[in-house]
């Protein structure tokens, strides 16, 4: 094995790296025609029920596209059947909830997650990647409180989060309620994602941006200051994401967390005038990456150079990878990251 890769590590840690690590969310399956070979044969539940095929599954970036990191092949639903959430993901719809939360007593009745109890085959794979495979960060994750309770209150995906915002508002004992049994479940699952051996992690806040800046800091802050604070004591890189939530940065900014995630619609260097002093991750549009590779060369160049501005960049997209991509676009980018911003680095001394 390859002498192990920790730049992503150091550049999330705010140190100034010969390069800008690389990663893509979702870049574990949707356009790689391996993925999609298996996908022919097993849902993404079976997948991930099957260590060494979700190991394999996991790895196939780091070994197609020589990216930086790989991120655990999962989904942000994964752990909710262990607290009594019937849940099933529905291809061409996403998670499908048939008992959603309407009240307080049904967040009472909500168990307590044990990791080792309700995902072993999670931990199982990250012990094989990383004691046997890897010579690169394997990114754990979750999903944060306000996307779960989402999918909890309406059941499944929604455009507008009606339903959600109301319950927030309308009944914030029950509120309240579910965001402390998300928390001790994230917190409980991400604790045992990295015992197993995750050496970073990303929460993602998917939907929250939804929500305006006073109702994030009153209903959703608070659990997440919680959840981050705990989760700090474990001494490795935390990345916040969400789409759509660039609104929100500042308040990321507050938190005990070390990596603020953009989407595309947030320019870096706004960032950084806008107060974010932590290392930052992203942020090219991935629709570009259908685009002429002109295009993609120059936004790429752009989004490097406002990174290496200041210490602490991790490249990504602004959201995640999806099926129509090519796979060699994908390892031709990264090797052009790689190369451009090594060069920057060098030239800037």
Partial sequence: MKAFNDTLLRAAKGERTEYTPVWYMRQAGRSQPE????????????????????????????????????????????PLPGIGVDVKIKAGVGPVISNPIRTVADVEKLGEFNAKEHTPFV?????????????????????????LASYMIEGGPSRNYNKTKSFMVSEPKAWFALMDKLGDMIIADITAQIEAGAKAIQIFDSWVGALNVEDYRVFIKPVMTRIFGELRKENV???????????????????????VGLDWRMPIRKARELGIKKPVQGNLD?????????????????????????????FNLGHGVFPEVNPDVLKRLTAFIHEYSRERVNHLG
Wanted: hydrophobic content about 40%; charged content about 20%; overall charge negative.
């Fill in 35 to 78: 993925y999609r070979a298996i996908k022919e044969k097993y849902s993404l539940e079976e997948i991930t029920h099957q260590p060494e095929l979700c190991a394999y599954v996991t790895r196939l970036p780091v070994e197609n596209y020589d990216v930086d990191a790989a991120i655990l092949y999962k989904d942000i639903v994964t």
């Fill in 237 to 259: 890189p935390l990345i916040q994401f969400g789409v759509g939530a660039s609104h929100l940065i500042n308040e990321w900014n507050d938190l005990p967390l070390d990596v």
């Fill in 123 to 147: 931990l199982e794979t990250i012990k094989l990647l990383t004691q046997e495979q890897l010579n690169v960060p394997l990114i754990g994750f979750a999903g944060a409180p306000f996307t």
């Fill in 286 to 314: 991935p629709s570009l990456l259908l685009a002429d590779w002109s295009v993609i060369e120059q936004r790429t160049k752009d989004i490097i150079d406002q990174g290496l501005e200041v210490p602490g960049h991790i």
